[in-house]
């Protein structure tokens, strides 16, 4: 069964998907600071916000993900897995959505631009997986899985550059 294994790779998806989101937030759920304002220049979240924000979404997105993964384990029906995992690329693609609602702190447009950009790249790679799945290419899917897994190792390395606490952990929720 082709998934059993691509399963972590679907959570790597993406999205921020995917292995950039991690697992539990620091500061006990607690949020708000998203809305705080560079005060040097007054405009564009901080940092520390933007970073606080960007957890709380990885942690949403962890949690829905942690349900699609356990029914893509549950089964081996090449259609069902496809229908599953472009259910994640859509979860991710709202992911990516948020990460542009929430502003970027002043100078850091470059790395937040990359974090988002990898994260578009592991939905695309998803999603062709999904379709190779439906068509019933297993080794396709294989390929583009182990693709994934790159690209979600990229994503990674730049969320825990930038100091994200939940985004780019490895952890399930």
Same mark, same amino acid.
């Given at each position: ?28 759920? *607690? ?15 901080? *940092?520390?916000?933007?970073?606080? #924000? ?62 988002? *950009? ?27 899985? #182990? ?17 994200? *606490? ?8």
């Amino acid at each position: 069964m082709i998934l059993r294994s691509a399963a972590p790779v679907a959570l790597i998806a993406l999205a921020f998907a995917v292995a950039a989101c991690g697992g539990d937030d620091s500061n006990g759920g *607690k949020s708000g600071g998203g809305s705080q304002r560079d005060t040097a220049s007054g405009t564009g979240p901080t *940092k520390a916000g933007f970073i606080e #924000k960007a957890d709380q979404v990885c942690k949403r997105f962890r949690k829905r993900a942690a349900a699609l993964e356990k029914q893509l384990e549950s089964t081996s029906d090449n259609a069902r897995q496809a229908a599953i995992l472009q259910r994640l690329a859509d979860e991710s693609e709202g992911v990516v959505d948020a990460f542009d609602e929430l502003g970027v702190p002043p100078g850091d447009a470059e790395v937040i631009g990359q974090y988002k *950009k990898t994260g578009r790249e592991q939905i695309g790679l998803v999603r062709r997986a999904a379709e190779a799945l439906a068509d019933g290419d297993t080794a396709t899917a294989s390929t583009l899985i #182990k693709s994934g897994q790159e690209t979600g190792g990229r994503q990674r390395g730049i969320a825990q550059g930038y100091g994200f *606490k939940v985004c780019g952990s490895e952890r399930q929720p």
